[in-house]
């Protein structure tokens, strides 16, 4: 059985994957204000290929939902999963200009 927990301390922390009580993966965050920035997603090697990084995006989006927040995705696969669906990522994608 699959859980996740959002783990913050002051502003970094991580959302966390566990997958039968054992760490399977995470994504480094920060929130600053209003700003959630995703900066890696990780799933460890002997979970890969379960569709554990889309279970950590779909935590991601969900808190970033309930708590007002937009996300600023650092991370590659994150980034490259709201170029993908943007339909489905468009309220929460703070696309910030350089």
Known sequence: MERTEVVLGNVKGEIQLF????KAGKMDISV????????????????EGRGFAKILLEKLVSYARENH????????YVHAQFKRHPEEYNDVWLKEKL
């Open 32 to 47: 600053i204000g209003e700003k959630l920035t995703v900066y890696h997603t990780e799933v460890n090697k002997e979970y």
């Open 19 to 22: 997958s039968d009580d054992q």
């Open 69 to 76: 927040l937009k996300i600023v995705p650092l991370c590659r």
